[in-house]
């Protein structure tokens, strides 16, 4: 059996397109089949799993995958943290190409400052970790997010590094490409122990036939920094305006829907449609779409007064950081589900208890728990005394994780339907979401003030109005 | 995210057992004791430091930096990452900084562990016993810090010592003799710093008027004062940079020769650490290397904005006390007397307690057998009548005896 990891996403189309020249057509790939599980055809022995792009070097290193098909970045991003994972890059397959980019606010915009160093926003947190050592930055926070890199220079970061197609699209994101730092595309990645112990010919033959072995991948630094963005890093920001974060993604028609009931319309963020930078209706409130994930850290670091996202992003952020100033201050009352933890359908298990009982007796060592919340994960994991376990970072398809890839699954459940389809049951509830308004605990005076209590006073109304019961889905 | 080893234990951690903690305590006390005599005084940093104390240019190279445990504390969520202490001097330029700058000479030292991630079973912590010498001291406070480490290796039965000098000044003069930019040159240094000498081809491609090889420089080891003349009398007048390294080197070198002790020169001393500004040495024993240090001008001026010379040491506690003398020299110790109490009721257990307390105040090496297995030099039973039964180890002879004094009077007249 070959176990062979592939992404999902807009990379879909290219991939299968790639593995149908190789013959090694997946049934349903490239149709965009919505199960995690798929197979080749005339293939029996190979097994194939969709995963997000970011998820596929953790699989692999992880051993549970033996070959997959991801973005260069994604395995830079692990291996420059981690590197003697179990990870082999074996050829460049030359779809899917870009760049990662080290990228500035555009030249017309001043730079603020957050008066302790530059702030490198990013998705890969540990190549923008890395960059920084080699630019030997006297001082420097990076900024991780889950996405949406590109909104955050100049006001919330001096720095963004982000994939893009090429440095046109950069600049149409309204920001200076200063480098590219790595080329990047698709890879044939391979566990080492794989590839060093089983046959992997009958996919890993077929690949290399088509795209013959490559050099390493070069990282290109640039040798200093523009100075207005080094001089950026010692001045700090005074702001007179409100700043509001609102969510893109599955949150944002909740966010519209609470914004409308309290009397809030921002041209430019609707139901189906969302810019960046919405322009604001009310004198003194500035407006910026991010994702919901990244809000909490946002708010605390001041850069936001206010932000509606998910009471999971905000526990998730408490269960990591306790002390800070983050809270909720109106329950918008819409987008309501259960984060549960869930185990297989077939585990003869009621209770957590049971089910460790269960994995231990199969003679599991570490209990593999998945999540995209991996704060909320680890704290259940030590609040049930799970002993060995181990979290797996997922960043989405996680309902097709367990049994194979997990034991446990901590996830958000709405009618419960999704889970029942992908095989699973949920054993535990841990707490219910919806969607909320967050502020730091933090005095503010003013005309700021007033603006803060006349918005926190309208959504909580519009909150309390909400309709109730789970959306479905 | 491999698969967890068998051993609970983390990779690349240790334990210590018993035999082993004591040649860590005697490197450590050893250690201590002689640094207390030269008068210099103990300090600890903590464990966990800011990131950035050690990411500034001058302080940790890429390559180092690539290995430190830096994580986000549970208060971390601006993004401020905190960091295992990956070195010991940075910290204690820190300390200095904040607490100890009062413009007079500061004598530390520390044993202190640092935190390096290293491949495989590779140690991961080390123990680090360091001497920081901080204030205007010039060249003297190096040769006073390499009679100093070479006095405790002494002091701790360790032969055939070597040191093995440096100077930090030799490679910035070549490179900037060579017309590199000042960024070419930091990333040079950090290719020689991270022990990549085929630099020297590029180097010499640049230094026209160079009448000898570089390798006279980087490839041979010379020792004293003759070969540092010749240095004098072939590199410097192609590279007048090098006449005050080559200076200090001198002094320091002749003060070690005078002391007996001689020493090795090299030009290049790769260390992962570039706040070297000065002399550099390393210590050799039985040719492995058990520590090193040198001097560092300006790292606590880039630690806290005020330049203060200083220059410093670690010798290795882990490969010390691998090197110490088989059998550890023994110590002068006393007596064990295991106390056992005849019946177990409370009364005589708190009587064999108070027994045993009794005898440690005397000096005496004392404790209640907890098991029959347990054994010791001397066994006292403690019981009704009589009162204490004494009975030296492997003897079957018995004393019977009515108070501890009696007890105390047999054990100290049996030079045992």
């Not at chain 1, 993604?249 to 009397?263: I, K, M, N, R, S």
């Not at chain 1, 259960?338 to 049971?354: C, M, N």
């Not at chain 2, 969520?77 to 070195?87: K, Y």
């Amino acid at each position: 059996m070959i176990r062979l990891a592939l992404p999902t996403g807009d990379v879909r189309g290219e991939t299968a397109a790639l593995l149908k020249e190789a013959g090694l057509e997946v049934s349903g790939y490239a149709a965009g089949s919505r199960a995690y599980r798929l197979r080749t055809e005339g293939r029996e022995q190979v097994r194939v799993r969709l995963f997000r792009q970011k998820d596929i070097p953790i699989q692999i290193a992880l051993g549970n995958y033996d070959l997959g098909i991801c973005s260069l970045a994604w395995v830079e991003e692990l291996l420059r943290r981690y590197p003697s994972e179990a990870i082999v890059r074996v050829c460049d397959l030359g779809i899917d190409r870009g760049g990662l980019y080290l990228a500035a606010a555009d030249g017309g915009q001043a730079l603020a400052g957050s008066g302790r160093g530059l702030r490198i926003v990013s998705e890969y947190a540990n190549l923008a970790e890395a960059l920084a050592v080699r630019l030997r930055l006297p001082a420097y926070r990076v900024l991780p997010v889950w996405g949406a890199a590109e909104a955050y220079p100049p006001e919330d970061a001096e720095l963004a590094l982000l994939a893009a197609p090429d440095e046109e699209a950069v600049r149409t994101w309204g920001l200076r490409p200063l480098q590219q730092v790595l080329e990047t595309s698709a890879w044939l990645v391979a566990n080492r122990d794989s590839l060093a112990h089983r046959d992997l010919t009958p996919v890993l033959g077929r690949l290399l036939a088509h795209h013959p072995m490559v050099g390493e991948p070069q990282f290109c630094l640039p040798r200093r920094l523009p100075a207005e963005v080094s001089r950026a890093a010692s001045a700090l920001a005074e702001r007179g305006s409100v700043r509001l974060a609102l969510p893109d993604g599955h949150q944002q028609p909740q966010a519209v829907a609470a914004l409308t009931a309290a009397g809030l319309h921002f041209p430019g963020y609707e139901e189906d449609r969302a810019v960046r930078r919405p322009t604001s209706t009310m004198e003194g409130l500035e407006v910026k779409v991010i994702r919901p994930q990244d809000m909490p850290q946002q708010v605390a670091l001041g850069s936001f007064d206010l932000a509606i996202t998910g009471r999971d992003w905000l526990l998730d952020h408490l269960r990591r950081f306790p002390s800070s100033p983050v809270e909720e201050v109106a329950d918008l009352g819409r987008g309501r589900f259960a984060i549960v933890a869930t185990v297989y359908q077939d585990l003869p298990a009621t209770t957590v208890g049971e089910a460790v009982a269960q994995w231990r007796a199969q003679g599991r060592k570490a209990i593999r728990v998945a999540s995209e919340y991996t704060n909320v994960a680890d704290h259940y994991a030590r609040w049930r005394h799970l002993g060995h376990y181990q979290v797996i970072p997922v960043s989405g398809a996680s309902e097709g994780f367990v049994p194979e890839d997990a034991e446990l699954l901590i996830e958000g459940m709405e009618t419960g339907r999704s889970l029942a389809a992908n095989r699973l049951k949920p054993i535990e509830r841990l707490f219910e979401s919806t969607t909320c308004l967050i502020a730091a605990r933090r005095p503010l005076e003013g005309r700021r003030r007033k603006l803060v209590e006349g918005l926190v006073s309208r959504l909580r109304e519009a909150g309390a109005g909400a309709p109730t019961g789970p959306r479905e889905g | 995210m491999a698969d967890l080893p068998e051993s609970l234990r983390c990779r690349g951690m240790r334990d210590l057992l018993p035999e082993e903690m004591a040649r860590f305590r005697r490197v450590e006390e050893v250690f201590a004791t002689t640094c207390r005599q030269w008068g210099y005084q103990e300090v600890r940093t903590p464990t966990i430091e800011y990131l950035h104390l050690f990411t500034t240019a001058g302080t940790l190279s890429p390559q180092m930096l690539s290995r430190v445990y830096s994580f986000l504390d549970w208060d971390g969520w601006s993004g401020e990452r905190v960091v295992l202490r990956p070195d010991a001097t940075i910290p204690t330029a820190r300390l200095y900084a904040e607490h100890l700058d009062s413009g007079r000479i500061a004598k530390l030292f520390y044993v202190q562990n640092v935190f390096r991630f290293a491949a495989g079973e590779e140690s991961r912590e080390d123990w680090q016993c360091g001497v920081e010498l901080i204030g205007d001291t010039g060249t003297r406070g190096d040769a006073e810090l390499t009679l100093l480490g070479t006095e405790v290796l002494e002091a701790l039965g360790i032969t055939e010592v070597e040191v093995v000098l440096s100077h930090a000044g030799l490679v910035r003069a070549v490179l900037a003799r060579a017309g590199f930019s000042p960024e070419e040159q930091a990333a040079l240094y950090d290719r020689i710093l991270d022990g990549d000498l085929t630099v020297l081809d590029e180097l010499e491609g640049r230094l026209h008027d160079l009448k000898a090889p570089l390798r006279l420089l980087f490839e041979v080891q010379g020792s004293g004062s003759g070969y540092l003349a010749n240095l004098r009398g072939s590199l410097q007048p192609a590279i007048p940079e090098l006449a005050e390294p080559l200076e200090q080197l001198t002094l320091v070198t002749e003060t070690l020769a005078e002391a007996g002790r001689p020493c090795r020169i090299q030009a290049a001393l790769a260390r992962s650490f570039e706040y070297y500004s000065g002399s550099v040495f390393s210590f050799l024993a039985g040719g492995q290397r058990v520590g090193g240090g040198g001097r560092y001008d300006e790292l606590i001026g880039l630690v806290s904005g005020r330049g203060v010379p200083a220059s410093g040491f670690e010798l290795d506690v882990g490969p010390l006390s691998r090197l110490l003398p088989e059998p550890l020299k023994a110590e002068q110790a006393a007596p064990v007397v295991v106390v056992r109490a005849e019946r177990g009721t409370a009364r005589d257990l708190a009587r064999a307690y108070a027994s045993a307390r009794a005898l440690r105040e005397r000096g005496l090496r004392a404790g209640v057998a907890l098991d029959s297995g347990e054994g010791g030099d001397w066994e006292l039973c403690v019981g009704e009548d009589p009162p204490y039964t004494l009975r030296a180890a492997g003897s079957r002879k018995t004393r019977h005896l009515s108070d501890l004094e009696g007890v105390l009077a047999v054990l100290e007249g049996s030079g045992r």
